[in-house]
């Protein structure tokens, strides 16, 4: 079913929201992954914070370290400090090594003045230029210098196990009973392993992003199952809109059509009866070679009164008295009056009552009546010619809107409804048979839907017609 300008027009406030829902989301999702790439910016300027307060601490300490037990204790013995000699190289190695042990500590390389590298932890780097010219001329200057090698972009995600921290200190004499320091004599750079940490902060830094990711995620099935709900709620309210417009129109039709209708009948009945009355006297006065003219009179006279009856009862429905009452009884006194006709038919019924013990339905047993009669009526006139002619009535539980009812299957061994045409069946004046009035099904739906039930066309298992009346249960 195409959609109409006013379920568009309808769904119109509900794709504003959706598109402003969805549109925050993604700026909410935007703002999320740059508020994370700050914090973890932030947390690695302080993790290199903390660094480099606990270099500027280690520097302090191995300055004092190889004063104490290198320069002071080399300066008494040798009177001269050369590192290249053999022994005093041995000395200056052990005190390093012992001052950075259990520390994150890659290398330290010892400086002169001039930017040579007169000791490394790593032999490799001994007679080797410091790089780091900038720097090192603040370290020789008496300005302790640290920074990343090499340096870290915002843009950078993830630890990097080339990247190194390191800090350029100066090395100073320490005057005895003194804090003083004196000028720098050479200068220290310390390299440190800082893969460690950057490790965590960008492990912490992952964590945080899934588990944001995780929450848009969920925060976007919430609103897809949110959308989908209101899309289908929306549908189902055009849907019974639609239905209910149509409803409203067949009434309008069907009530202009049924006061026209009334109007006929009651012309047309008075001088029918007259016709009858008129046909019976002369039936009993005229010759006897005559009364079957008479007969034949009276007959179709009443034909046409069945036929002006039949419009009246759509013209005018009866009003429904509905009561708690038994479809089976219904059922079993209607087979019972036509027993006959089925006989004359060589037409087998056969019943079948599939529902609980004692079910019980809100109906007119009256109308009810007449109604499976119009229903059987149709069934006998659909099997006519046929070989086979057998009627299945099944009575069982059914499920319909989520109301359970009770559903009576009428099925035949007629050629069936012609396809395309079930939902004309129930127009008025519309028939497939060269007689009749083609009121019989509007009547019968007219009867059920007044009950609150529902009725619809469909095939048999055999290939014939069926039709189902589906009744309110008593609870």
Not at 70 to 88: C, D, H, L, N
Not at 243 to 251: D, H, T
Not at 300 to 319: G, M, T
Not at 447 to 459: C, D, N, Q
Request: overall charge neutral; proline content about 4%; glycine content about 6%.
């Amino acid at each position: 079913m195409s959609e109409t300008l006013a379920d568009s027009q309808a769904r119109r406030p509900f794709e504003l929201v959706r598109y402003f829902t969805v549109t925050s989301l993604t700026v909410i999702l935007l703002f999320t992954m740059l508020i994370s790439t700050l914090v973890g910016v932030r947390t690695s300027a302080l993790v290199l914070h903390k660094k480099e307060q606990y270099a500027l601490l280690l520097a302090e300490n191995l300055n004092h370290q190889v004063m104490l037990r290198f320069v002071m204790p080399v300066t008494t013995q040798y009177r001269k400090i050369s590192v290249g000699e053999a022994r005093q190289a041995e000395l200056l190695d052990s005190v390093v090594r012992s001052t950075i042990q259990g520390f994150q500590v890659k290398r330290v390389n010892i400086l002169d003045l001039y930017g040579n590298i007169i000791y490394s932890t790593d032999p490799v780097y001994i007679g080797r230029i410091s790089t780091a010219t900038a720097s090192f001329t603040q370290a020789a200057e008496g300005v302790s210098v640290s920074f990343l090698d090499p340096p870290r972009n915002f843009y950078d995600f993830g630890p990097d196990d080339s990247r190194v921290f390191k800090i350029l200190s100066p090395m100073r004499d320490e005057k005895r009973f003194s804090s003083e320091l004196g000028d720098p004599r050479a200068v220290f750079e310390i390299t440190l392993d800082i893969n460690e940490d950057f490790q965590e902060v960008w492990l912490n830094q992952l964590i945080l992003v899934a588990s944001l990711l995780l929450l848009m995620a969920f925060l976007f099935i919430i609103l897809r199952s949110i959308v989908t709900r209101g899309y289908g709620i929306m549908d189902r309210r055009a849907m019974e809109l639609r239905k209910l417009e149509e409803q409203l129109n067949q009434s309008e039709r069907l009530a202009a059509l049924g006061r026209m209708v009334a109007g006929v009948s009651h012309e047309i009945r008075n001088p029918l009866g007259i016709v009858r009355s008129t046909a019976e006297l002369l039936g009993s006065k005229v010759a006897d070679a005559h009364k079957k003219l008479a007969a034949v009179i009276v007959e179709e006279s009443n034909r046409l009164n069945r036929i002006v009856s039949e419009f009246l009862d759509f013209a005018r429905p009866q009003k429904t008295d509905l009561k708690t009452g038994s479809v089976r009884e219904v059922l079993e006194k209607l087979i019972d009056f036509l027993t006959p006709e089925l006989e004359r038919w060589q037409v087998r019924l056969q019943f079948n009552d599939q529902s609980p013990p004692g079910s019980r339905v809100w109906l007119d047993e009256e109308q009810i009546y007449r109604a499976f009669l119009n229903i059987l009526t149709n069934s006998l006139q659909a099997m006519e010619g046929r070989e086979k002619r057998q009627i299945d009535i099944t009575l069982r539980l059914a499920s319909y809107d989520g109301r359970s009812m009770l559903s009576v299957l009428c099925d035949d061994s007629g050629p069936g409804f012609p396809p395309g045409y079930a939902a004309k069946m129930f127009e008025p004046f519309y028939t497939t048979k060269d007689y009749g009035t083609g009121l019989g099904l509007s009547i019968v739906k007219t009867t059920v839907e007044a009950h609150g039930g529902h009725i619809e066309l469909g095939f048999s298992p055999g290939g014939g017609g069926r039709v189902i009346i589906s009744l309110r249960l008593e609870n």
